[in-house]
Structures are given as C-alpha cells and as structure tokens.
C-alpha cells in the first residue's frame, strides 16, 4: 500500500505561481511512476505530469513549458512546480502513484488539493 499526502494548494492571481508537494509512505518501488492529475468542477480528471523514478518526464499539452514535475527518491516526495498559472488552471490536483503489476497497474491516490488561479 501506498499513502500520498498532497500539499500546497491554494488562491493565486492568474500569473503567478504556487509548487505542489506529495510525500508518499508505505512501500515504496523503484518501478513506481509518480505524477499528477487534475480535476476541474464538471470535467473529467485528466493528466498533468508524469515522472520515472529515473527522471523521465511526460507533460500535458496544455502546461508544457509552464509547470515542470520533479522527484526526490530519498525522500519519496514529488513535486509540481506551476508558473505563469492561468484561469483554466483551477482544479482539484491529486497525486498519483502508478506501479506495474503484471499484467496491469495499481494506482492510488492522494486526498487532493485546490488550486484555484483568479483572472
């Protein structure tokens, strides 16, 4: 089992930034792909950033270049650090943990934090 605690969320002026924090505990794999995912009121929950435990990053479109995903595997704690924040950027931004089980994945999940970016 994995547990993830989210922090950092919180009210930013369009423009500005703010840096997510999750600790993971528990057992803890090198296999393990941590991330971010975010969930706008009425949307679907959709990928923000993905990262290896060997540093291979994934982006979505739509924050490439704005928000860059980081890992300290002494510390089992990823990051998300989200400038030039827009509007559209307000969601609840949940940490995930994706770790391969053959023949599939397990994921799990943290409890979320608000990001809420003001025009």
């Known amino acids: 089992q994995v547990q993830l605690v989210e922090s950092g969320g919180g009210l930013v002026q369009a423009g500005g930034s703010l840096r997510l924090s999750c600790a993971a505990s528990g057992s803890i794999f090198v296999s393990d792909i941590m991330g971010w995912y975010r969930q706008a009121p009425g949307k679907q929950r959709e990928l923000v950033a993905t990262?290896?435990?060997?540093?291979?990053?994934n982006y979505a479109d739509s924050v490439k270049g704005r928000f860059t995903i980081s890992r300290d595997n002494a510390k089992n704690t990823v990051y998300l650090q989200m400038n030039s924040l827009k509007p559209e950027d307000t969601a609840v931004y949940y940490c995930?943990?994706?770790?391969?089980?053959?023949?599939?994945?397990?994921?799990?999940w943290g409890q979320g934090t608000q990001v809420t970016v003001s025009s």
């Open positions: 990262i290896t435990s060997g540093g291979s990053t």
């Open positions: 995930n943990t994706k770790r391969p089980v053959l023949p599939g994945y397990n994921y799990y």
